[in-house]
């Protein structure tokens, strides 16, 4: 079964930073590519970022670009997302997902297979 357990949520204010945390086995965040995507309330849930697995290409959403990092350390098991000059509209439970084995990165929702539960991040205005 994989497991996958995001940690680092929180109440922030616009402008502040938030580290997540997605711990998971080293075979999952060493050979698969891994995605984070998040849903605001009463809306579909989107595509934050992406890695690969092998050299660490990554992939981001524009809302996103230029603020959010993707990074893994496998030493760890951990996938992050760190989010930097929060948005109130950044607020939302954030979910990470392992996607394809030995697979590029990818937006698409159906090419992940598995999902955390998810760690809420709220920002106040």
């Known amino acids: 079964q994989v497991q996958l357990v995001e940690s680092g949520g929180g109440l922030v204010q616009a402008g502040d930073s938030l580290r997540l945390s997605c711990v998971t086995s080293?075979?999952?965040?060493?050979?698969?590519?891994m995605g984070w995507f998040r849903q605001a309330p009463g809306k579909e849930r989107e595509f934050v970022a992406a890695?690969?697995?092998?050299?660490?290409?990554?992939l981001y959403a524009d809302s996103v670009k230029g603020r959010f990092t993707i990074s893994r350390d496998n030493a760890k098991n951990t996938l992050y997302l760190q989010m930097n000059s929060l948005k109130p509209e950044d607020t939302a439970v954030y979910f990470c997902?392992?996607?394809?084995?030995?697979?590029?990165?990818?937006?698409?929702?159906?090419?992940?297979?598995?999902w955390g539960q998810g760690t809420q991040v709220t920002v106040s205005s």
């Open positions: 997902a392992r996607g394809g084995l030995w697979s590029t990165t990818t937006r698409h929702q159906s090419e992940y297979q598995y």
């Open positions: 080293a075979r999952t965040l060493s050979m698969y590519a």
């Open positions: 890695i690969t697995p092998t050299r660490g290409n990554t």
